[in-house]
């Protein structure tokens, strides 16, 4: 089976797709993490594999600084411009920021790509003391109120991409819950919430979501027949949506996934 692309360059031939048609996080996410934190100051934030910088512009809204930090130039060329934001190529692993320098490390969508204990190492090293780390990640969506079309969904997903999806982006939302926490060395207190990511989009966005999982492109690049299977998925979920147009409207739920974590001493 053909590996992924390096994370540097595997989403390079959908980055403006990605920026446009990913889901937007909710602002009861940031209201999580901010309590959770409950930092004394909001001065600098790092978000890390910030690819089109999404939740890195939502942190300039509370934080004088943010730092955007990626492998992929491309991605990072997608952000929209913000005189709190700044954008620097780099990997989690090495940071390239000066030791206890940031108030709040966040990631999202992400954390399934790094090597944990290093990243955990460069996080603790640039977290100031009183500083607290946030990642989350969701799954596969789900239609609301529609079993029929969400069956669908994890069909295409697993019969079709799934074998081209990468070992750690697999059953993303268990691998949050069971093999990604902070381990007890790195951070001393550790908490893990779980919410609802709810949109409401054209089918023909949520399609042009489907195009920017990086398993999809990988199936695409080895298949001959991949168009052929996202068309069948589009025809056998507008059906069971009872969609007459892909215009129309179709509600999604996304299961939410959040890491905090923060050292022991850091409860005001």
């Not at 990604?180 to 966005?205: A, D, I, Y």
């Amino acid at each position: 089976m053909p590996s992924p692309a390096p994370l540097s360059k595997l989403f390079d031939s959908q980055a403006q797709e990605y920026a446009k048609y990913r889901p937007t996080y909710p602002n009861e996410l940031y209201d999580a993490v901010y309590a959770f934190a409950d930092l004394p100051s909001y001065g600098v934030a790092l978000d890390i594999a910030t690819g089109s910088a999404q939740a890195a512009l939502k942190l300039t809204e509370k934080f004088e600084r943010v730092v955007a930090i990626d492998p992929n130039e491309k991605m990072l060329s997608m952000a929209q411009p913000h005189p709190k934001l700044e954008l620097c190529l780099g990997s989690a692993e090495s940071l390239g920021v000066p030791p206890e320098s940031a108030d709040l490390i966040t990631v999202a969508q992400a954390l399934h790509w790094f090597d944990l204990r290093q990243f955990y190492s460069e996080a603790k090293r640039v977290l100031r003391p009183h500083g607290a780390l946030a990642a989350w990640s969701y799954g596969l969506a789900r239609f609301e109120d529609n079993h029929a079309a969400s069956q669908i969904l994890r069909d295409f997903s697993w019969k079709h991409v799934g074998p081209y999806r990468a070992d750690n982006a697999k059953d993303l939302i268990a691998r949050t819950h069971s093999e990604l926490p902070p381990l007890p060395e790195e951070f001393g207190v550790v908490e893990k919430k779980t919410m609802e990511m709810k949109t409401r989009m054209p089918f023909s966005n949520f399609i042009r979501y489907v195009e920017t999982w990086s398993s999809y492109n990988t199936f695409k690049e080895n298949r001959r027949d991949a168009r052929d299977a996202l068309l069948n998925f589009r025809v056998e979920c507008m059906s069971a949506l009872r969609l007459k147009d892909e215009s129309e409207v179709v509600r999604v739920v996304f299961d939410l996934a959040v890491i905090l974590a923060k050292q022991k001493g850091n409860t005001r």
